[in-house]
């Protein structure tokens, strides 16, 4: 079992910036492909980005592609997303993922969730 617990969500302005961070538990951790899911309000949860288990491999959606980056820490059983520039249309609850070796994109293949937090950007 794999416990997610996200934090780091607020208000921010346009352009601004915001760190999310999910610290999960168990001692396999580097077994675990992460990544951030978003869900937007009457939208479906949609993909935002994916690590490896290394931490060598990363990907982004196109929506996101320069603006945010995705950090693991193995040591410390954490994920980080880095998020800059940030726009209106990125205002969603953000949740942590996580799945045995590979993080798919699609929302019902990954077996470990967070809670969520709430991003909100103002125009």
């Known amino acids: 079992q794999v416990q997610l617990i996200e934090s780091g969500g607020g208000l921010v302005q346009a352009g601004g910036s915001l760190r999310l961070s999910c610290a999960a538990s168990?001692?396999?951790?580097?077994?675990?492909?992460m990544g951030w899911f978003r869900q937007a309000p009457g939208k479906e949860r949609e993909f935002v980005a994916a690590?490896?288990?290394?931490?060598?491999?990363?990907n982004y959606a196109d929506s996101v592609k320069g603006r945010f980056t995705i950090s693991r820490d193995n040591t410390k059983n954490t994920v980080s997303l880095q998020m800059n520039s940030l726009k209106p249309e990125d205002t969603a609850v953000y949740y942590c993922?996580?799945?045995?070796?590979?993080?798919?994109?699609?929302?019902?293949?990954?077996?470990?969730w967070g809670q969520g937090t709430q991003v909100t950007v103002s125009s």
């Open positions: 993922a996580a799945n045995l070796l590979h993080l798919s994109k699609t929302v019902g293949q990954n077996d470990y």
């Open positions: 168990g001692r396999t951790f580097s077994r675990y492909a």
């Open positions: 690590i490896s288990g290394s931490g060598i491999s990363t």
